[in-house]
């Protein structure tokens, strides 16, 4: 039985260090989940230097980040659920990915707006809770086990499954929504949506940037073009089906981009489907220009706060696109992505998207080379 387990702990703003906890008793839902492989997600580095990651919340210190995480049941309380989210049984020992629930560190009201419409993560009226760091908040994910609460969806992966795959069900899960976001309000017979055929470009070639051309693969793209940098990531990226590549090195400005990016297309018209996944200052204003008239935009990179860009409202009414945002992909993203990893895992080489490995005492080292994108994608193995 665990006694003493050990997280990486963010006690301030910058501050991150190894700590050792005790294990928390196991509330009659709850189950301990000994994690086996933590993605470290671009995001994490907002999370952990800045005391306002995101518009709408201020992190409470300590915490413990990470959400892309898979393991294996641990140990379980009295009345534990005992299947996943598509009624496969679960039993101590099996692997399993978890969709972290944003309700852990606070109760909705079950009366406002949100919560009567269906969506209590938006609750006006949230009951904070006084929880310590092995229990609170939606991450906890850097660490060698983690307290699920039994009110999050839990996803049975198969036993052949490699770890460096599993770990991707949470990121592909936003490059799947991605593609979803870019189906809405689409009428085929008006020249707009995501379809098979269509002229897609991605806007960054890190984790995300791969998954999202593995999807368009997968969505029948016409044609694929990654914009983005170091060379590695994007040679990666040409692997794993993008017909083009363009270095924001060899183009080093936003109007070579767009003009570079038009040229891959007819009449120099512009992309169907552009989604900004890069999440650096400059990036929509650049991906707008990318677009055709009447195409469609999705901005899914910016889930931290990096400030205002000027974006002509003239120019959304004049290009007469679709205009989409989007933060995470949910419980729905984790069932979509993880049935495509089933199906995909033996033809497609995913486990090469886990470019670099680190144990947990490790997870400075990771984070940097994270930072500097000299990995594609960087894990923690507690």
Known sequence: MVEKL???????????????????????KAWLLKIEMAGICGTDHHMINNRRPFRWAENSYPFIPGHEFVGRI??????FAGVDVEGQ??????????????????????????????????????VPKELPPLLKGWQRGYAEYRYIHGVEAVYKLPEDMPLEVAVLVEPLGIAIHAFERASDMGSPWLFQGMGPGKIIVIQGSGPIGILLTVTAQLCGAGKTIVVGAPENRLALCREFGADETISIEKYPTSEERAQAVKELTPFSQGADIVIEAAGVPGAFQEGIEMVRDRGTFVELGH?????????????????????FGMFGGGPA?????????????????????????????????ALETS?????????LVP
């Not at 641990?74 to 009345?79: A, H, L, R, T």
């Not at 629930?101 to 406002?112: L, M």
């Open 6 to 28: 050990r997280a990486a702990t963010v006690s301030e703003p910058g501050v991150l260090e190894i700590k050792e906890y005790e294990k928390p008793p196991l509330d009659s």
């Open 74 to 79: 641990e140990e379980v309380g009295p009345i």
């Open 89 to 126: 049984p679960l039993r101590i020992g099996d692997l399993v990915a978890v969709c972290p629930d944003g309700n852990v560190d606070s109760s909705p009201c079950g009366r406002c707006y949100y919560c009567v419409n269906g969506f209590p993560a938006f609750c006006s009226n949230r």
């Open 303 to 323: 889930f931290t706060d990096r400030g205002q860009e000027p974006v002509s409202p003239f120019t959304l009414c004049a290009k007469n696109i679709n205009l």
């Open 333 to 365: 993203g984790f069932l979509w992505a993880k049935r495509v990893l089933e199906r995909y895992r033996h033809k497609i080489p995913l486990e090469k998207i886990v470019t670099h490995k680190f144990p947990l005492n490790k997870v400075k080292e």
């Open 371 to 379: 930072r500097k994108m000299e990995s594609m994608k960087t894990a």
